[in-house]
């Protein structure tokens, strides 16, 4: 049980370096708002065709 703590507190902190890298530098940031608008585009479109049923 502590070496799957020990792992997700590595992996936690390796998922905060990148996202601190992406938000750090401004073409990141731009590429990574770009696929967040993208998938935000996908939900929106799942969302609408099941309210029309």
Known sequence: M???LA???T???LVTS???LMT???LL???LAASL???G???FRKIKRASRG
Do not use: K, Q, R, Y
């Open 2 to 4: 502590a070496a799957i």
């Open 7 to 9: 792992s997700m507190t």
């Open 11 to 13: 992996i936690t902190d």
């Open 18 to 20: 990148v996202w601190e």
């Open 24 to 26: 750090s530098n401004p």
């Open 29 to 31: 940031s731009l590429f």
């Open 37 to 39: 608008l993208g998938v």
């Open 41 to 43: 585009v996908g939900v």
